[in-house]
């Protein structure tokens, strides 16, 4: 392909290559580098713990102790120990077992679609740190805030200072950025690979006779695949960049050869581990996303996505940041058309994991296109393109005072939006586990005469033992529905379930609980609680002296 040369290659063909050394780091800047990073620290810190843990959360604590919980008798590792019955044997999976190794970690992982990497962090930081909401969410605060100095320090090279750091100000404040940095999950890890890998490339233009850079390319990219299966679109996108949109592939066609296959390689050890039970196993766990349009259709819903992250459009006039925001990243784009490398760049980083996403759906017949999760790999080059068409703009009236207004503005704006996000005043967490917890905590007495049947495969079992502090009822017996279905669990379910008058049935979505305890004589005795997308059914039975003598 016939490209242009921009100067950073240039540079990069000096007679004489320079070298790394860390003054490049450190510059008149640095002080905005630490208050950058400070801000970015706080607005994740704040109510960190005020808002309750997910689901999502929730696995990772069960899966990082090393705690399998959920089998079936027809899999090959069943064992009845395995199934908690009571709300304090699900306690115990999120508690950090201190014998437990990596090995049992990836023993959970190996029938899941989760790859190790965060995992196996979160494994030594839950044994150090311990597992209340701080503690697990703290890692994704330390992820979240790198990655807000790695955009900086991508733009600055790129682009210049100011869109260096306004880029990084908008990844340390948009609400999107605020979310998932206080959530226990991979994602803002994969971010911060996918920036740094992104980072590394630019860095082999600046030095191309440097192995440094390939070798930050290789550490990034090898982390990237191991924490999340999305990486593999995020990397085509720089093997797009590296072999065919710029020259560097074709200077050093060894090194860059050497540096693909080295990240290959360091993927078999896992690929010969968990690969055929991945397979046998990911049906049923992925089998949550394909009921998730049901709230709008994909386009509206792949809409609403992009403009959570480059706009607050739920704000009185947020229609006006969505038009400025959509209105900024086209005039970025134009305002790059001569400077073809960098926008290709940008917009590859943006395009292949949106087309990977969408293949992986057309692949398993699913529907995570519209995640927002999914899409955070894309937001540094997102606003990348935003403050270059902020920069155009404050070009035109060839005043400083322009930038100043902009970066005080952003400033302003995002800090009130981070920190509202923190509160949960805006976009908050979908699930009520506390709230759930304490209704159950005061509704119910007598573990003789009561029994709670959940859901599994959603966690929502360890929520309710992780909120659950009444000691009288975390003795009640608890089971997940999956565990009552499977046939070798007929009897044992029988034994627990006949003998008590209440059952409280709690799920989200459809269930075949209900129908299920109706057969077998309970009726339902009020109207459901809903917390968040769980409800709560009470069942109750009113022949129970002849069922107690029937079961004897």
Same mark, same amino acid.
């Given at each position: 392909?016939? =490209?242009?040369?921009?100067?950073?290659? /240039?540079?990069?063909?000096?007679?004489?290559?320079?070298?790394?050394?860390?003054?490049?780091?450190?510059?008149?800047?640095?002080?905005?580098?630490?208050?950058?990073?400070?801000?970015?620290?706080? =607005?994740?810190?704040?109510?960190?713990?005020?808002?309750?843990?997910?689901?999502?959360?929730?696995?990772?604590?069960?899966?990082?102790?090393?705690?399998h919980y959920v089998y079936f008798n027809s899999q090959s590792q069943f064992r009845s120990a395995n199934f908690p019955t009571t709300i304090e044997e699900y306690d115990r999976l999120l508690t950090p077992q201190f014998h437990s190794s990596v090995s049992d970690v990836t023993g959970v992982l190996r029938r899941n679609v989760q790859m190790p990497l965060y995992f196996y962090v979160m494994h030594y930081?839950?044994?150090?740190?311990?597992?209340?909401?701080?503690?697990?969410?703290?890692?994704?605060?330390?992820?979240?805030?790198?990655?807000?100095?790695?955009?900086?320090?991508?733009?600055? /090279?790129?682009?210049?200072?100011?869109i260096g750091f306004v880029s990084a100000l908008l990844m340390s404040m948009m609400p999107e950025q605020i979310y998932f940095s206080q959530q226990a999950r991979t994602y803002p890890l994969l971010v911060l690979i996918m920036v740094t890998a992104t980072y590394s490339v630019i860095?082999?233009?600046?030095?191309?006779?440097?192995?440094?850079?390939?070798?930050?390319?290789?550490?990034?990219?090898?982390?990237?695949?191991?924490?999340?299966?999305?990486?593999?679109?995020?990397?085509?996108?720089?093997?797009?960049?590296i072999w065919i949109i710029s020259p560097l592939g074709k200077r050093h066609p060894r090194a860059w050869i050497l540096t693909f296959v080295s990240i290959a390689a360091a993927l078999v050890p896992w690929a010969l581990l968990v690969s055929l039970d991945q397979q046998r196993t990911s049906s049923d766990i992925i089998g949550w996303a394909h009921d998730d349009l049901i709230f709008g259709s994909l386009r509206g819903r792949v809409i609403s996505n992009i403009l959570g992250i480059v706009s607050v459009p739920e704000i009185p006039f947020g229609w006006l940041t969505a038009v400025l925001a959509y209105g900024l990243v086209l005039l970025g784009a134009v305002s790059l058309r001569s400077d073809r490398l960098k926008l290709w760049l940008l917009c590859s980083s943006i395009a292949l994991p949106i087309a990977g996403i969408l293949a992986m759906d057309i692949a398993l017949d699913t529907h995570s296109v519209i995640m927002v999760r999914y899409w955070l790999v894309i937001t540094p080059a997102l606003y990348m393109l935003m403050v270059c068409g902020i920069d155009w703009i404050t070009k035109l009236g060839r005043r400083p005072i322009w930038r100043v207004a902009v970066i005080l503005t952003l400033t302003a704006f995002g800090g009130w939006a981070a920190i509202n996000t923190a509160r949960g005043e805006l976009r908050p967490k979908p699930d009520l586990h506390r709230d759930l917890a304490q209704f159950l905590q005061d509704h119910l007495e007598d573990p003789n005469n009561e029994f709670i049947m959940t859901e599994g495969l959603n966690s929502i079992p360890l929520a309710i033992a992780y909120y659950s502090r009444g000691a009288a009822q975390r003795q009640i017996n608890m089971v997940s529905l999956n565990w009552a279905i499977d046939p070798a669990n007929k009897r044992e379910l029988r034994a627990i379930m006949l003998p008590r008058k209440d059952v409280?049935?709690?799920?989200?979505?459809?269930?075949?609980?209900?129908?299920?305890?109706?057969?077998?004589?309970?009726?339902?005795? /009020?109207?459901?609680?809903?917390?968040?997308?769980?409800?709560?059914?009470?069942?109750?039975?009113?022949?129970?002296?002849?069922?107690?003598?029937?079961?004897?």
């Open positions: 392909m016939d =490209v242009p040369k921009v100067n950073v290659i /240039e540079r990069g063909k000096a007679s004489s290559a320079p070298s790394i050394n860390i003054s490049y780091f450190v510059n008149e800047r640095f002080l905005i580098i630490v208050v950058l990073v400070l801000a970015s620290v706080f =607005v994740r810190l704040y109510d960190l713990d005020k808002q309750g843990l997910e689901c999502d959360e929730m696995y990772t604590i069960s899966a990082a102790n090393g705690q930081w839950l044994k150090w740190a311990g597992t209340s909401e701080w503690a697990a969410r703290f890692p994704s605060v330390v992820f979240g805030t790198l990655a807000v100095l790695i955009t900086f320090l991508l733009g600055k /090279e790129m682009f210049g200072a100011f860095l082999s233009q600046k030095f191309p006779d440097s192995v440094k850079p390939r070798l930050l390319f290789f550490a990034a990219s090898a982390c990237g695949f191991y924490s999340h299966y999305l990486y593999l679109f995020c990397i085509a996108a720089h093997a797009l960049y409280w049935l709690v799920i989200s979505g459809r269930s075949k609980g209900g129908s299920m305890l109706k057969n077998t004589g309970y009726q339902l005795y /009020e109207d459901p609680q809903r917390f968040g997308h769980v409800s709560v059914f009470h069942y109750r039975r009113s022949d129970l002296s002849q069922t107690q003598a029937d079961a004897k």
